[in-house]
């Protein structure tokens, strides 16, 4: 497709840039899932909840009460009778009522507000422990974006349900079923009179709703697609500089922002309606109170003060009823979000711990893989029978070609996932009868990539074991020799640095990674060794910095540079998920195999240097 196509219409979205669009926006009415999330108001029924339900109440009573005092007793009565002391009263009375009626509602508002804000904040972290301790597999099948969308902007979307909806919806049928009792009581045949436009109202409004509900449904997708798109933008700004494609993205980003205005001006276009839409209603039940009314009037069959309360009544009709549609929507969007954040919430580790699970207590760190085949979606083979046994204290380097299984051997140790067949040992008990966090706290991982958390160095060093003092973390940064370049930055130990760490340079990550690792003093050290070319100087620091962490510790480091390779106790080659060859450097050298022509290759290639 040529270039300029690609992107000359908002339609036009290339396939670089499909983002998929997993989520509805809006979902049927569920009541199993409404009673699930009404399950989140539970620790409020004895306070705040109550309290709520009672100022509504009040705001309800003073609301119902205020135009029958006005028609039957201040029109009727007091006015009728010319009788002033009783309109004095009554006018004093309605003005407690209405100074009750703001007290109360004024507490409404604030209660419910913080309902809201508790309920939202108890979901959010719940969502958020809960998501922590998924195991791996749940991040394999998901970007980061769209998690924290979950946990971002559906939760949001709930806010403002706890917040006024599911009281507004309360207060609104009261007030409906309320209104509609009085006015029967009042006069059965003009509320008939005056209500007969409610079915056809009722019709359009509906019909109404749905078309600006959809306009309002594009407009999100649209937004979600400027969201990802902007995420994916900046997140990779530099490859995008790097390939000069700027102008593109610049042009893609037009595209959406405009279809978004678009969408959103339709959206708003509809909705403008609706107001209008609400007041007609109101219109034509007020011309015709005021014709068949005033008839009654005339003809003697109805007060004028019964008049002035139906006409009160009429005019409080129609914000209950156009106020439930807004609800109805918010509902319909809260379905959509809560079905999406309990199904984060119900999904289980596929990582289990035994109720009986044992806890390590020297860890001496033997390792042995049993016959372990493994697959990661039970389709492809990932290892098949591998069977290796590591001493404690030893290292050994996993080598082999890209795909071969040397990180899926690392998730095993760390118990990320369990094998699919046979069994991973570590001081002779299988994995799946231990307790995974004590696991996890005898083994370090350092990973090629090292991730650097927003915060100072003292604290990402501080990472690997959060109750050392900041002595133990000098310590362990002068053992791997991170001490020096810390001490070069702006603030030594305390600069701060940005998530994932970009002013430090590779080499200094992973020194940093070292000092976290060393920190932490694990058993067992897996090492992800970067493939990232380090000068030389830095190069041999590294490889200094590494001996002393390797120090009294099993490690398993998934090897690239001969250097290292060369020093581990025991090298295992691997090849699509097999064990190829196993020895140290000089056996297998000596046998002339799969490791003796890669170490051939590079030294082939140091040779043309
Ligand atoms: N999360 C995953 N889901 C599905 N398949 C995976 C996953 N991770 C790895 N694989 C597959 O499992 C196989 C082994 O991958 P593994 O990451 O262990 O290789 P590796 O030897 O560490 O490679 P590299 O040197 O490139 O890191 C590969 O075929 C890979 O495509």
Same mark, same amino acid.
């Given at each position: 497709?040529?270039?300029?196509?690609?992107?000359?219409?908002?339609?036009?979205?290339?396939?670089?840039?499909?983002?998929? %669009?997993?989520?509805?926006?809006?979902?049927?009415?569920?009541?199993?899932?409404?009673?699930?999330?009404?399950?989140?108001?539970?620790?409020?029924?004895?306070?705040?909840?109550?309290?709520? /339900?009672?100022?509504?109440?009040?705001?309800?009573? /003073?609301?119902?009460?205020?135009?029958?005092?006005?028609? +039957?007793?201040?029109?009727?009565?007091?006015?009728?009778?010319?009788?002033?002391?009783?309109?004095?009263?009554?006018?004093?009375?309605?003005?407690?009522?209405?100074?009750?009626?703001?007290?109360?509602?004024?507490?409404?508002?604030?209660?419910?507000?913080?309902?809201? +804000?508790?309920?939202?904040?108890?979901?959010?972290?719940?969502?958020?422990?809960?998501?922590?301790?998924?195991?791996h597999?749940?991040f394999d099948?998901?970007?980061a974006?769209?998690?924290?969308?979950? =946990?971002?902007?559906?939760?949001?979307?709930?806010?403002?349900?706890?917040?006024?909806?599911?009281?507004?919806?309360?207060?609104?049928?009261?007030?409906?079923?309320?209104?509609?009792?009085?006015?029967?009581?009042?006069?059965?045949?003009?509320?008939?009179?005056?209500?007969?436009?409610?079915? =056809?109202?009722?019709?359009?409004?509906?019909?109404?709703?749905?078309?600006?509900?959809?306009?309002?449904?594009?407009?999100?997708?649209?937004?979600?697609?400027?969201?990802?798109?902007?995420?994916?933008?900046?997140?990779?700004?530099?490859?995008?500089?790097?390939?000069?494609?700027?102008?593109?993205?610049?042009?893609?980003?037009?595209?959406?922002?405009?279809?978004?205005?678009?969408?959103?001006?339709?959206?708003?276009?509809?909705?403008?309606?609706?107001?209008?839409?609400?007041?007609?209603?109101?219109?034509?039940?007020?011309?015709?109170?005021?014709?068949?009314?005033?008839?009654?009037?005339?003809?003697?069959?109805?007060?004028?003060?019964?008049?002035?309360?139906?006409?009160?009544?009429?005019?409080?009709?129609?914000?209950?009823?156009?106020?439930?549609?807004?609800?109805?929507?918010?509902?319909?969007?809260?379905? &959509?979000?809560?079905?999406?954040?309990?199904?984060?919430?119900?999904? %289980?580790?596929?990582?289990?711990?035994?109720?009986?699970?044992?806890?390590?207590?020297?860890?001496?760190?033997?390792?042995?893989?049993?016959?372990?085949?493994?697959?990661?979606?039970?389709?492809?083979?990932?290892?098949?029978?591998?069977?290796?046994?590591?001493?404690?204290?030893?290292t050994v380097a996993l080598v082999g070609h890209t795909g071969s299984g040397k990180s899926t051997i690392a998730n095993l140790i760390s118990?990320f996932?369990?094998?699919?067949?046979?069994?991973?040992?570590?001081?002779?008990?299988?994995?799946?009868?231990?307790?995974?966090?004590?696991?996890?706290?005898?083994i370090s991982v350092v990973l090629q990539d090292t991730f650097i958390f927003?915060?100072?160095?003292?604290?990402n060093?501080?990472f690997g074991?959060?109750?050392?003092?900041?002595?133990?973390?000098?310590?362990? &940064?002068?053992?791997v020799?991170a001490?020096?370049?810390?001490?070069?930055? &702006?603030?030594?130990?305390?600069?701060?640095?940005?998530e994932r760490g970009n002013?430090l340079s590779a080499g200094e990550r992973q020194l940093l990674s070292f000092a976290r690792a060393l920190?932490?003093?694990p058993?067992i050290l897996i090492l992800d060794e970067a493939t990232a070319s380090i000068d030389?100087?830095a190069e041999?620091k590294i490889q200094?910095a590494l001996?002393?962490l390797l120090?009294?510790?099993?490690a398993i480091m998934i090897a690239h540079r001969l250097s290292t390779i060369?020093?581990a106790?025991?090298?295992? /080659?691997l090849?699509?998920?097999?064990?190829?060859? %196993?020895?140290?450097?000089?056996?297998?050298?000596? +046998?002339?195999?799969?490791?003796?022509?890669?170490?051939?290759?590079?030294?082939?290639?140091?040779?043309?240097?």
């Open positions: 497709m040529a270039k300029h196509e690609k992107i000359s219409s908002e339609g036009a979205y290339t396939k670089r840039f499909y983002y998929p %669009q997993e989520n509805a926006v809006e979902k049927p009415f569920n009541w199993s899932q409404m009673a699930r999330l009404l399950n989140y108001l539970k620790p409020y029924t004895k306070t705040l909840v109550p309290a709520a /339900v009672v100022a509504m109440l009040v705001n309800m009573i /003073v609301r119902l009460s205020v135009p029958i005092i006005i028609g +039957q007793y201040v029109v009727d009565t007091a006015i009728a009778n010319r009788d002033i002391s009783l309109l004095t009263y009554l006018i004093i009375g309605i003005s407690v009522l209405y100074l009750a009626n703001f007290i109360a509602n004024r507490f409404r508002i604030r209660t419910v507000n913080v309902l809201g +804000q508790r309920t939202i904040h108890d979901l959010r972290k719940e969502l958020f422990s809960h998501v922590q301790r998924l195991s597999n749940f099948n998901r970007s974006g769209s998690i924290l969308v979950r =946990i971002l902007n559906d939760v949001n979307s709930l806010q403002e349900l706890f917040t006024n909806g599911i009281i507004n919806l309360l207060m609104d049928i009261i007030m409906l079923v309320g209104i509609i009792v009085i006015l029967f009581a009042l006069s059965p045949q003009l509320a008939l009179a005056v209500l007969v436009i409610l079915p =056809i109202m009722f019709y359009i409004s509906t019909k109404l709703r749905r078309n600006i509900r959809h306009s309002w449904q594009d407009v999100r997708i649209q937004k979600s697609r400027l969201n990802s798109h902007l995420n994916e933008s900046i997140q990779g700004v530099r490859i995008t500089q790097s390939f000069v494609q700027e102008e593109e993205n610049t042009q893609y980003f037009k595209g959406v922002n405009g279809s978004n205005f678009e969408k959103e001006r339709l959206a708003m276009k509809k909705s403008a309606y609706f107001g209008p839409f609400v007041e007609m209603s109101n219109a034509i039940g007020t011309v015709i109170l005021i014709a068949y009314g005033s008839h009654l009037i005339i003809n003697g069959a109805f007060a004028i003060g019964t008049f002035v309360s139906f006409a009160f009544y009429l005019g409080m009709f129609w914000e209950p009823i156009s106020r439930l549609g807004q609800i109805y929507n918010q509902l319909l969007v809260a379905m &959509a979000s809560s079905e999406r954040i309990f199904e984060f919430l119900d999904e %289980q580790p596929n990582v289990e711990e035994k109720k009986n699970a044992k806890t390590f207590n020297d860890m001496q760190g033997h390792i042995a893989f049993d016959h372990v085949k493994f697959s990661y979606d039970d389709e492809r083979v990932a290892l098949h029978e591998i069977s290796i046994d590591i001493k404690p204290g030893s118990r996932y369990d094998p699919t067949e046979g069994k991973v040992k570590i001081d002779g008990y299988d994995l799946r009868d231990m307790k995974v966090q004590n696991l996890r706290s005898n927003s915060g100072s160095i003292m604290d060093i501080r074991r959060p109750e050392a003092n900041d002595e133990e973390v000098i310590e362990s &940064a002068k053992i020799g001490h020096e370049f810390i001490l070069r930055l &702006a603030d030594g130990y305390d600069t701060e640095v940005e002013i920190l932490a003093d058993k030389t100087e041999m200094e001996r002393k120090n009294g510790r099993t060369r020093e106790d025991n090298i295992i /080659v090849e699509n998920g097999r064990i190829l060859e %196993q020895g140290n450097h000089d056996e297998l050298i000596e +046998q002339e195999g799969e490791y003796y022509s890669l170490v051939k290759s590079q030294f082939e290639m140091l040779d043309e240097l």
